[in-house]
Protein backbone atom coordinates (compact mmCIF):
# COMPACT_ATOMS: atom_id res chain seq x y z
CA UNK A 1 0.00 0.00 0.00
CA UNK A 2 1.37 3.58 -0.91
CA UNK A 3 0.56 5.47 1.70
CA UNK A 4 -1.17 8.76 0.42
CA UNK A 5 -1.93 11.93 2.57
CA UNK A 6 -3.18 15.40 2.10
CA UNK A 7 -3.59 18.91 3.28
CA UNK A 8 -6.87 20.20 2.56
CA UNK A 9 -6.96 24.26 3.09
CA UNK A 10 -9.22 26.05 2.70
CA UNK A 11 -8.15 29.11 0.57
CA UNK A 12 -10.13 32.19 2.54
CA UNK A 13 -6.59 33.17 4.57
CA UNK A 14 -3.67 32.76 5.22
CA UNK A 15 -2.28 29.90 7.07
CA UNK A 16 -1.07 30.06 10.56
CA UNK A 17 0.62 27.94 12.56
CA UNK A 18 -2.54 25.46 13.62
CA UNK A 19 -2.84 24.78 10.07
CA UNK A 20 0.82 24.24 9.49
CA UNK A 21 1.09 21.93 11.63
CA UNK A 22 -1.51 19.87 10.20
CA UNK A 23 0.42 19.80 6.82
CA UNK A 24 4.01 19.26 8.52
CA UNK A 25 2.21 16.14 9.91
CA UNK A 26 0.77 14.68 6.95
CA UNK A 27 4.04 15.95 4.95
CA UNK A 28 5.83 13.85 7.69
CA UNK A 29 3.89 10.74 7.47
CA UNK A 30 3.96 10.49 3.76
CA UNK A 31 7.69 11.02 3.45
CA UNK A 32 7.93 8.28 6.15
CA UNK A 33 6.39 5.82 4.76
CA UNK A 34 7.87 6.90 0.56
CA UNK A 35 4.56 7.81 0.06
CA UNK A 36 2.49 10.74 -1.28
CA UNK A 37 1.78 14.10 0.16
CA UNK A 38 -1.30 16.37 -1.86
CA UNK A 39 -2.37 19.52 -1.44
CA UNK A 40 -5.99 19.58 -2.02
CA UNK A 41 -7.39 23.46 -2.14
CA UNK A 42 -11.13 22.98 -0.74
CA UNK A 43 -12.16 26.72 -2.75
CA UNK A 44 -15.97 25.22 -2.91
CA UNK A 45 -16.90 28.69 -1.67
CA UNK A 46 -16.19 30.25 -4.60
CA UNK A 47 -17.20 33.94 -2.75
CA UNK A 48 -14.70 33.40 0.24
CA UNK A 49 -12.01 31.74 -1.98
CA UNK A 50 -9.47 33.84 -3.03
CA UNK A 51 -6.45 32.77 -5.90
CA UNK A 52 -3.92 35.25 -3.96
CA UNK A 53 -4.81 32.86 -0.29
CA UNK A 54 -4.23 29.86 -2.82
CA UNK A 55 -0.58 31.89 -3.77
CA UNK A 56 0.15 32.30 -0.20
CA UNK A 57 -0.26 28.54 0.83
CA UNK A 58 1.59 27.15 -1.75
CA UNK A 59 4.46 29.83 -0.96
CA UNK A 60 4.07 28.89 2.37
CA UNK A 61 4.71 25.34 1.68
CA UNK A 62 7.47 25.88 0.03
CA UNK A 63 9.46 28.37 2.48
CA UNK A 64 8.80 25.67 5.00
CA UNK A 65 9.97 22.96 2.34
CA UNK A 66 7.14 20.79 2.39
CA UNK A 67 6.92 19.50 -1.15
CA UNK A 68 4.28 18.31 -2.27
CA UNK A 69 3.26 15.79 -5.51
CA UNK A 70 0.12 16.71 -6.71
CA UNK A 71 -2.15 19.40 -6.35
CA UNK A 72 -5.78 19.26 -6.81
CA UNK A 73 -8.50 21.96 -6.64
CA UNK A 74 -12.03 21.08 -5.77
CA UNK A 75 -13.38 23.72 -7.52
CA UNK A 76 -12.22 21.91 -10.59
CA UNK A 77 -14.34 18.70 -9.73
CA UNK A 78 -17.76 19.34 -9.22
CA UNK A 79 -18.33 16.73 -12.01
CA UNK A 80 -17.27 14.36 -10.27
CA UNK A 81 -19.25 15.00 -6.78
CA UNK A 82 -22.41 15.50 -9.16
CA UNK A 83 -21.77 11.77 -10.24
CA UNK A 84 -21.63 10.48 -6.80
CA UNK A 85 -24.06 12.94 -5.22
CA UNK A 86 -26.65 11.19 -8.00
CA UNK A 87 -25.51 8.29 -6.92
CA UNK A 88 -26.33 8.24 -3.14
CA UNK A 89 -29.31 10.28 -4.17
CA UNK A 90 -30.47 7.31 -6.06
CA UNK A 91 -29.25 4.79 -3.43
CA UNK A 92 -31.39 7.01 -0.71
CA UNK A 93 -28.49 8.33 0.99
CA UNK A 94 -28.74 11.60 0.40
CA UNK A 95 -32.50 13.16 0.42
CA UNK A 96 -34.26 16.40 -0.07
CA UNK A 97 -34.97 18.55 2.72
CA UNK A 98 -37.29 22.17 2.62
CA UNK A 99 -36.77 23.18 6.48
CA UNK A 100 -36.03 27.16 6.53
CA UNK A 101 -33.01 27.82 8.76
CA UNK A 102 -35.92 29.22 11.02
CA UNK A 103 -37.81 26.11 11.23
CA UNK A 104 -34.91 24.35 12.38
CA UNK A 105 -34.09 26.76 15.16
CA UNK A 106 -37.39 26.51 16.39
CA UNK A 107 -37.14 22.98 16.38
CA UNK A 108 -33.65 22.44 17.86
CA UNK A 109 -35.03 25.18 20.82
CA UNK A 110 -38.35 23.08 21.52
CA UNK A 111 -36.43 19.90 21.91
CA UNK A 112 -33.38 21.31 23.89
CA UNK A 113 -36.30 23.14 26.52
CA UNK A 114 -37.58 19.30 26.82
CA UNK A 115 -33.99 18.17 27.56
CA UNK A 116 -33.94 16.52 24.56
CA UNK A 117 -30.25 16.26 22.19
CA UNK A 118 -30.88 18.42 18.99
CA UNK A 119 -31.01 16.14 16.63
CA UNK A 120 -31.90 16.77 13.32
CA UNK A 121 -36.03 14.93 12.87
CA UNK A 122 -36.43 13.50 9.34
CA UNK A 123 -39.55 14.26 7.70
CA UNK A 124 -41.68 11.05 6.88
CA UNK A 125 -41.10 9.55 3.43
CA UNK A 126 -44.74 10.69 2.39
CA UNK A 127 -44.18 14.33 3.75
CA UNK A 128 -45.90 17.22 1.57
CA UNK A 129 -43.41 18.64 -0.52
CA UNK A 130 -43.46 22.43 -0.31
CA UNK A 131 -43.87 23.86 -3.95
CA UNK A 132 -41.37 26.34 -5.12
CA UNK A 133 -38.78 25.34 -2.77
CA UNK A 134 -35.59 24.68 -3.86
CA UNK A 135 -34.32 21.78 -1.39
CA UNK A 136 -31.24 21.25 0.16
CA UNK A 137 -29.97 17.95 0.78
CA UNK A 138 -28.84 15.39 3.75
CA UNK A 139 -26.93 12.43 4.04
CA UNK A 140 -29.03 9.65 5.70
CA UNK A 141 -27.23 7.77 8.21
CA UNK A 142 -27.65 4.38 8.56
CA UNK A 143 -28.68 4.18 12.54
CA UNK A 144 -27.90 0.38 12.79
CA UNK A 145 -24.52 -0.54 13.57
CA UNK A 146 -23.00 2.16 15.54
CA UNK A 147 -19.57 4.15 13.94
CA UNK A 148 -16.54 3.02 15.16
CA UNK A 149 -12.48 3.24 14.15
CA UNK A 150 -9.29 3.33 15.97
CA UNK A 151 -7.79 6.44 15.57
CA UNK A 152 -4.20 6.84 15.51
CA UNK A 153 -4.15 9.30 18.27
CA UNK A 154 -7.15 9.40 20.10
CA UNK A 155 -7.61 5.39 19.88
CA UNK A 156 -11.17 3.43 19.66
CA UNK A 157 -14.07 5.70 18.82
CA UNK A 158 -17.24 5.34 19.11
CA UNK A 159 -20.88 7.06 17.77
CA UNK A 160 -24.37 5.87 18.07
CA UNK A 161 -25.13 7.40 14.71
CA UNK A 162 -28.86 7.57 15.92
CA UNK A 163 -27.71 10.49 17.95
CA UNK A 164 -25.99 12.21 15.46
CA UNK A 165 -28.28 14.51 12.90
CA UNK A 166 -28.02 13.64 9.17
CA UNK A 167 -25.34 16.04 7.71
CA UNK A 168 -26.47 18.71 5.61
CA UNK A 169 -23.85 17.88 2.28
CA UNK A 170 -25.56 20.39 -0.39
CA UNK A 171 -26.86 23.71 -0.15
CA UNK A 172 -30.10 25.06 -1.84
CA UNK A 173 -28.46 26.82 -4.58
CA UNK A 174 -26.47 23.40 -5.43
CA UNK A 175 -23.68 24.62 -3.39
CA UNK A 176 -21.56 21.86 -1.86
CA UNK A 177 -20.62 21.50 2.37
CA UNK A 178 -17.25 20.47 3.38
CA UNK A 179 -18.13 16.96 4.21
CA UNK A 180 -19.11 14.99 1.16
CA UNK A 181 -16.94 16.33 -1.28
CA UNK A 182 -13.65 15.73 0.71
CA UNK A 183 -15.05 12.15 0.86
CA UNK A 184 -15.31 11.67 -2.52
CA UNK A 185 -11.97 12.89 -2.89
CA UNK A 186 -10.41 10.81 -0.24
CA UNK A 187 -11.61 7.67 -2.08
CA UNK A 188 -10.46 9.36 -5.66
CA UNK A 189 -7.00 10.54 -4.95
CA UNK A 190 -6.47 7.07 -2.77
CA UNK A 191 -5.89 8.85 0.42
CA UNK A 192 -5.06 6.61 3.03
CA UNK A 193 -4.37 8.46 5.85
CA UNK A 194 -6.31 11.96 7.25
CA UNK A 195 -4.29 13.88 9.48
CA UNK A 196 -6.69 16.24 10.86
CA UNK A 197 -7.48 18.67 13.89
CA UNK A 198 -9.88 16.96 16.45
CA UNK A 199 -11.93 19.32 16.17
CA UNK A 200 -13.24 17.05 12.67
CA UNK A 201 -14.20 13.79 14.83
CA UNK A 202 -17.88 13.88 14.65
CA UNK A 203 -17.48 15.05 11.07
CA UNK A 204 -15.27 11.75 11.16
CA UNK A 205 -17.92 9.52 12.25
CA UNK A 206 -20.62 11.29 9.70
CA UNK A 207 -18.05 10.90 6.87
CA UNK A 208 -17.07 6.91 7.30
CA UNK A 209 -20.53 5.98 6.61
CA UNK A 210 -20.33 7.99 3.37
CA UNK A 211 -16.77 6.54 2.72
CA UNK A 212 -19.19 3.07 3.35
CA UNK A 213 -22.09 4.23 0.92
CA UNK A 214 -20.24 4.97 -1.97
CA UNK A 215 -18.30 1.40 -1.75
CA UNK A 216 -14.88 2.30 -0.31
CA UNK A 217 -13.16 1.59 2.66
CA UNK A 218 -11.98 4.77 4.91
CA UNK A 219 -8.84 5.60 5.89
CA UNK A 220 -7.06 5.56 8.29
CA UNK A 221 -7.69 9.37 10.68
CA UNK A 222 -5.39 10.81 13.22
CA UNK A 223 -7.35 13.58 14.80
CA UNK A 224 -4.68 15.73 16.62
CA UNK A 225 -5.39 17.90 19.07
CA UNK A 226 -5.78 21.13 19.16
CA UNK A 227 -3.10 24.01 19.22
CA UNK A 228 -3.33 26.51 21.92
CA UNK A 229 -1.40 29.99 22.80
CA UNK A 230 0.55 30.53 25.64
CA UNK A 231 -2.57 32.67 27.17
CA UNK A 232 -5.16 29.71 26.57
CA UNK A 233 -7.43 28.15 24.45
CA UNK A 234 -8.72 30.71 22.41
CA UNK A 235 -5.85 32.60 21.42
CA UNK A 236 -6.35 35.06 18.33
CA UNK A 237 -2.44 35.82 18.51
CA UNK A 238 -2.06 32.05 17.44
CA UNK A 239 -5.12 31.94 15.40
CA UNK A 240 -3.56 34.75 12.80
CA UNK A 241 0.07 34.02 13.61
CA UNK A 242 0.89 33.56 9.88
CA UNK A 243 4.39 32.80 8.54
CA UNK A 244 5.21 36.00 6.78
CA UNK A 245 5.02 37.78 10.21
CA UNK A 246 7.58 34.73 11.73
CA UNK A 247 9.84 35.15 8.62
CA UNK A 248 10.40 38.48 9.11
CA UNK A 249 11.12 38.38 12.77
CA UNK A 250 13.62 36.28 11.38
CA UNK A 251 12.58 32.76 12.14
CA UNK A 252 13.81 29.75 9.91
CA UNK A 253 11.41 27.47 8.30
CA UNK A 254 13.06 24.47 10.01
CA UNK A 255 12.79 25.93 13.59
CA UNK A 256 9.30 26.03 13.14
CA UNK A 257 8.86 22.76 11.73
CA UNK A 258 10.99 21.21 14.30
CA UNK A 259 9.19 22.54 16.88
CA UNK A 260 5.53 21.59 15.28
CA UNK A 261 6.37 18.31 14.47
CA UNK A 262 7.46 17.53 18.24
CA UNK A 263 5.10 19.69 19.87
CA UNK A 264 2.34 17.69 22.10
CA UNK A 265 4.55 14.54 21.56
CA UNK A 266 6.20 12.58 23.84
CA UNK A 267 9.41 13.19 21.86
CA UNK A 268 11.48 15.80 22.55
CA UNK A 269 12.02 19.30 20.70
CA UNK A 270 15.31 18.78 19.39
CA UNK A 271 17.65 21.57 17.46
CA UNK A 272 17.78 19.86 14.25
CA UNK A 273 18.78 21.59 11.03
CA UNK A 274 17.47 18.97 8.53
CA UNK A 275 13.94 17.16 8.98
CA UNK A 276 14.93 14.12 8.29
CA UNK A 277 15.51 12.98 12.18
CA UNK A 278 11.73 14.43 12.14
CA UNK A 279 10.34 12.22 9.48
CA UNK A 280 12.22 9.45 10.67
CA UNK A 281 10.29 9.88 14.44
CA UNK A 282 6.94 10.66 13.53
CA UNK A 283 4.30 8.41 15.23
CA UNK A 284 0.73 9.33 15.91
CA UNK A 285 0.90 6.88 18.80
CA UNK A 286 3.21 9.41 20.36
CA UNK A 287 0.80 12.01 20.05
CA UNK A 288 -1.05 13.35 23.44
CA UNK A 289 -4.21 14.07 24.24
CA UNK A 290 -3.99 17.30 25.96
CA UNK A 291 -4.22 20.24 23.77
CA UNK A 292 -0.58 21.36 22.41
CA UNK A 293 0.85 24.73 23.60
CA UNK A 294 2.78 26.83 21.49
CA UNK A 295 5.06 29.48 22.53
CA UNK A 296 6.84 32.17 20.45
CA UNK A 297 9.16 32.15 23.02
CA UNK A 298 10.34 28.79 22.79
CA UNK A 299 10.00 28.95 19.23
CA UNK A 300 12.56 32.09 19.13
CA UNK A 301 15.14 29.89 21.63
CA UNK A 302 14.72 27.12 19.36
CA UNK A 303 15.89 29.42 15.97
CA UNK A 304 18.82 31.09 18.02
CA UNK A 305 20.07 27.12 18.86
CA UNK A 306 19.56 25.32 15.05
CA UNK A 307 21.31 28.68 13.94
CA UNK A 308 24.58 27.73 16.55
CA UNK A 309 24.94 24.52 14.24
CA UNK A 310 23.45 25.80 10.99
CA UNK A 311 26.71 25.63 8.29
CA UNK A 312 27.64 28.37 6.33
CA UNK A 313 26.02 26.96 2.70
CA UNK A 314 22.68 26.88 4.05
CA UNK A 315 22.63 30.45 4.68
CA UNK A 316 25.46 31.91 2.63
CA UNK A 317 22.71 33.45 0.03
CA UNK A 318 21.02 35.37 2.72
CA UNK A 319 24.51 36.90 4.36
CA UNK A 320 26.62 39.25 2.95
CA UNK A 321 29.39 38.65 1.00
CA UNK A 322 31.96 40.24 3.81
CA UNK A 323 30.35 37.04 6.20
CA UNK A 324 33.13 34.37 4.80
CA UNK A 325 32.26 30.97 6.16
CA UNK A 326 34.93 31.24 8.83
CA UNK A 327 33.22 34.35 10.27
CA UNK A 328 30.03 32.59 10.05
CA UNK A 329 31.31 30.18 12.34
CA UNK A 330 32.34 32.47 14.36
CA UNK A 331 29.58 33.96 15.03
CA UNK A 332 26.76 32.10 14.83
CA UNK A 333 26.76 30.90 18.31
CA UNK A 334 25.68 34.86 19.50
CA UNK A 335 22.89 34.94 17.12
CA UNK A 336 19.20 34.92 17.02
CA UNK A 337 18.51 35.62 13.13
CA UNK A 338 20.52 35.22 10.73
CA UNK A 339 19.73 39.13 9.72
CA UNK A 340 21.63 39.44 12.60
CA UNK A 341 24.78 38.82 10.93
CA UNK A 342 25.06 42.06 8.94
CA UNK A 343 25.57 44.03 12.63
CA UNK A 344 29.10 42.10 12.57
CA UNK A 345 30.12 43.67 9.11
CA UNK A 346 31.63 46.47 10.70
CA UNK A 347 33.13 44.59 13.76
CA UNK A 348 35.31 42.69 11.21
CA UNK A 349 35.91 45.22 8.58
CA UNK A 350 34.85 48.68 9.88
CA UNK A 351 34.43 51.55 10.16
CA UNK A 352 33.70 51.27 13.75
CA UNK A 353 33.70 54.06 16.36
CA UNK A 354 34.30 51.80 19.61
CA UNK A 355 32.98 52.62 23.18
CA UNK A 356 35.23 55.84 24.70
CA UNK A 357 37.58 53.22 27.52
CA UNK A 358 36.95 53.54 31.26
CA UNK A 359 39.63 55.09 32.22
CA UNK A 360 41.11 51.99 34.60
CA UNK A 361 40.53 50.17 31.47
CA UNK A 362 43.56 52.50 29.54
CA UNK A 363 46.67 50.71 30.42
CA UNK A 364 45.12 47.41 29.01
CA UNK A 365 44.45 48.98 25.61
CA UNK A 366 47.79 51.52 25.83
CA UNK A 367 50.00 48.04 26.36
CA UNK A 368 48.21 46.09 23.58
CA UNK A 369 48.08 48.96 20.95
CA UNK A 370 51.71 48.85 21.96
CA UNK A 371 52.44 45.00 21.29
CA UNK A 372 50.24 45.02 18.31
CA UNK A 373 52.68 45.72 15.52
CA UNK A 374 54.77 42.81 16.49
CA UNK A 375 51.62 40.05 16.84
CA UNK A 376 51.30 37.55 13.52
CA UNK A 377 47.48 37.94 12.61
CA UNK A 378 48.14 34.38 11.00
CA UNK A 379 48.82 32.30 14.05
CA UNK A 380 46.49 32.55 17.21
CA UNK A 381 46.80 36.39 17.81
CA UNK A 382 44.58 36.73 20.73
CA UNK A 383 46.63 34.40 22.86
CA UNK A 384 49.34 36.60 21.51
CA UNK A 385 48.18 39.32 22.07
CA UNK A 386 46.27 38.73 26.05
CA UNK A 387 49.89 37.12 27.16
CA UNK A 388 51.94 40.39 25.69
CA UNK A 389 49.40 42.45 28.26
CA UNK A 390 49.20 40.42 30.87
CA UNK A 391 53.07 40.35 31.18
CA UNK A 392 53.08 43.94 30.64
CA UNK A 393 50.44 45.23 32.82
CA UNK A 394 49.91 42.32 35.35
CA UNK A 395 46.15 41.91 34.60
CA UNK A 396 44.49 38.94 34.22
CA UNK A 397 41.23 37.41 33.67
CA UNK A 398 37.92 39.54 33.64
CA UNK A 399 40.09 42.45 33.93
CA UNK A 400 42.18 41.61 30.94
CA UNK A 401 39.97 40.42 28.83
CA UNK A 402 36.65 42.64 28.51
CA UNK A 403 38.35 45.64 28.22
CA UNK A 404 40.06 44.23 25.13
CA UNK A 405 36.87 42.94 23.96
CA UNK A 406 34.91 46.09 24.34
CA UNK A 407 37.57 48.01 22.54
CA UNK A 408 38.03 45.11 19.79
CA UNK A 409 34.11 44.30 19.31
CA UNK A 410 32.13 47.22 20.60
CA UNK A 411 30.48 44.25 23.35
CA UNK A 412 30.18 43.13 26.22
CA UNK A 413 29.77 39.65 25.35
CA UNK A 414 30.18 38.18 21.65
CA UNK A 415 32.01 34.96 20.19
CA UNK A 416 34.97 33.48 21.84
CA UNK A 417 37.66 35.74 20.93
CA UNK A 418 40.41 33.40 19.82
CA UNK A 419 38.32 32.60 16.85
CA UNK A 420 37.14 36.33 16.55
CA UNK A 421 40.34 38.25 16.82
CA UNK A 422 41.98 37.09 13.49
CA UNK A 423 38.87 37.52 11.39
CA UNK A 424 38.72 40.92 12.11
CA UNK A 425 41.26 43.02 9.53
CA UNK A 426 44.10 43.50 11.50
CA UNK A 427 44.50 47.66 10.61
CA UNK A 428 41.23 47.84 12.12
CA UNK A 429 42.13 46.08 15.17
CA UNK A 430 45.29 48.53 16.12
CA UNK A 431 43.24 51.32 15.24
CA UNK A 432 40.80 50.43 17.93
CA UNK A 433 42.83 49.45 20.53
CA UNK A 434 45.12 52.78 20.24
CA UNK A 435 42.00 55.24 20.32
N1 LIG B 1 -10.94 22.14 4.32
C1 LIG B 1 -11.09 21.39 5.54
C2 LIG B 1 -10.59 22.22 6.69
O1 LIG B 1 -9.75 23.09 6.47
C3 LIG B 1 -10.33 20.10 5.44
C4 LIG B 1 -10.50 19.17 6.57
C5 LIG B 1 -9.92 17.81 6.25
O2 LIG B 1 -8.70 17.66 6.38
O3 LIG B 1 -10.66 16.93 5.86
O4 LIG B 1 -11.04 22.08 7.81
Not at 92 to 112: F, N, S
Not at 374 to 398: C, M, N
Request: hydrophobic fraction near 45%.
Amino acid sequence: MTVVTRFAPSPTGTLHVGNVRTALHNWLWARKAGGRFLLRIDDTDAERSKEAYVDAIRADLAWLGLDIDGEERQSERFALYEAEFEKLKAAGRVYACYETPEELDIRRKVLLSRGLPPVYERKPFDAPVPEGVAPHWRFRLDHGAPIEWTDMVRGSQHFEPKTMSDPVVRRADGSWLYLLPSVIDDIAMGITHVVRGEDHVSNTAAQIQMFEALGARPPQFAHEALLIGTEGKLSKRLGSLGMAALRDAGIEPIALVALLARLGTSDPVEPVTAPAPLIESIDFARFGRAPARFDEAELALLNQKILHHTDYAAVADRLPVAITEARWNAIRPNLMTVAEATEWVVVFDGPFDGPVAEESDRPVLAAAAAAMPGIDWTADPWHALTAEVKEATGAKGRALFLPLRRALTGRDHGPDMAELLPLIDKGQAAERLSR
